[in-house]
């Protein structure tokens, strides 16, 4: 409890202090931000970005793609409000497609995509469930990072020091001996993008999931406390209980463009793997998880689960497996270790097997095919019926009902085959299992989290939570742990908010635009990027002459539709950070 809140107040005086030091910089955005960038610098980071509220950071790619989505017209015309638009804004649009069908209303929007301070980035439900904890509300902030130190101490395990927050309240409960009462499993549920915004905006559809928080010891000001809030940030806070400054994790993905003789294109690369996704990188995470924790504490002898159909989200929880472990130790801790993704070019479960194992029961699961028996005619006019189909549209593939239910589905299977039709539920040794609900992240990105689409997810994923608990209830009685939480939330619609869209690309062409033109046709100023968060190269910026202020300078300059669309750009220097010696 002492190092959690020291931890925290002292990013608090820290931020006094430098809102001083920045006050002539733009001021169009809280301290969150500050802080935010504090807990997450890497030393290879020099700019970091941010955007005005509602306005949307992406590749081309992605600002240019648009689906059809389906809304409750009352709840449209109520959304719309908030930022005070209306349907007619709508109606008007040249892009929109706006059509009326009684009291639904179909319209084409653009991909959303999530990873800012502001408050429906960040705001997430957090609730810890079982005989360890008091059904209590609490109204403090707290974050993602202080899940792994709370159940450590119900699993008798300690945290690395990279988890500085510590533990939250628990009841250390004794067995008749003294010793330490341990949970027979601890389980966490990861809605993907599961905001509070969007269990407010559909709670009618998840009447489990609010009866679960009520019945919890819950906190109502859980946040999101580390920038970029992505995915693999947010599932490697939830493992490791560090910020990324500690985890390096800062994003799903890093970009640059390559360019050569006047031609270019933006390149990419996913957090811990190529194109290969069955070799995987789990160094890049430079924290221990629990769940490594529990490997060495009890050397294989704990069952680890962890499912996503995003690798990202499964190793962010999971941890390393048998990486950089005695060669004595690598077989039990990899045949324990059930961390494992879905390969789009496949359809099926994998994992990379040096370090994890597969359950055989998903071996047998296969998305394709439960979309096909979900949705015989097809779903939001996609007809996806083959490998190949399905390859082209996996994001629609991921987001449906129909993944939501395979999800819940599955990981209730995983349990009962390797953890108590093996007769480890009894064995004295705690299990860890996460699970990712990622069709919820799926659905939000392609329809947005206000659509009726993410609703009927959102319902589907709440049976599934219902399922889940009843399981856990009628085969560990009252020995277990069920911690409900979500990764990040998402920015509303553009369409609804009226917020701005600028590319990656964009970006980098105007900082590039600092350098000689001929110079551009083969070089770049910018060694990578995140969707918020820039690397630049030095020794091209020396040879130039080029500051990072001049840098940060001509990103403030970007408009878009005659608007400013950053509310601010901070260096290093702007956080009191130490300078990139690399």
Known sequence: MKNRFLVRYSFIAFSVVLFVAISCKPTGFSQLWVEGYQRSARPDIDIFLVPKKYALLQTKKATDTYSLARFDKKQLESELSHYSRSIQDLQSSDTAEYKEDGDTVSMKVGRVTHSTAYDYDTEIPLAFFGKWFDANKHNQVVYQQEIAPTLASLMGVSMPETAKLGSLNTKQLKQSNGSLQMPDIVVVAVIDQGG???????????????????????????????????????????????????????????????????????????????????????????????????????????????????????????????????????????????????????????????????????????????????????????????????????????????????????????????????????????????VSFKSADAVGHKFGYQSLEAKETLATIDEQIGKLIDFLKENYNDRFVLVLTADHGSVPLSEITGGLRLSIEEVINQIDSLLPADVTKNHSLVKMMTVAQISLNHDLMQEYGITDRQVAQKIMDITVNNQKFFAGVLTRQDLNLKPDKK
Not at 305 to 311: F, K, R
Not at 338 to 353: A, G, V
């Open 196 to 434: 509070r915004n969007l269990l407010k905006l559909h709670s009618e559809v998840a009447p489990n999931i609010h009866s679960l928080i009520e019945k919890s010891d819950q906190y109502a000001k859980a946040k999101v406390g580390h920038l970029d809030a992505h995915t693999a940030v947010g599932h490697a806070a939830i493992g490791t209980g560090a910020f990324p400054m500690d985890n390096s994790i800062i994003s799903n993905t890093y970009y640059w463009i390559e360019r050569q003789n006047g031609q270019s294109k933006l390149a990419s690369r996913a957090i811990y793997a190529g194109k290969d996704e069955s070799k995987v990188d789990s160094s890049e995470m430079t924290a221990l998880t629990l769940a490594d924790q529990l490997n060495r504490a009890y050397n294989g002898k704990s069952v680890i689960v962890s499912q996503s159909y995003a690798l990202r989200a499964a190793i962010g929880m999971g941890g390393h497996g048998a990486l950089n472990l005695p060669a004595e130790s690598q077989a039990a801790i990899r045949n324990s270790n059930f961390i494992y993704w879905l390969d789009s070019n496949s359809s099926h479960w994998i994992t990379d097997s040096r370090y994890y194992s597969v359950p055989s029961v998903a071996r047998a699961s296969d998305p394709l095919l439960q979309f096909t028996k979900y949705y015989p005619t097809g779903f939001a006019g996609y007809q996806i019926r083959d490998r190949a189909s399905a390859k082209k549209n996996w994001g629609t593939l991921m987001a449906t009902a129909a993944e939501a239910e395979l999800e819940g589905e599955l990981i209730r299977a995983v349990i009962q085959s390797e953890i108590i039709a093996k007769n480890k539920d009894k064995d004295g040794v705690p299990d860890l299992v996460y």
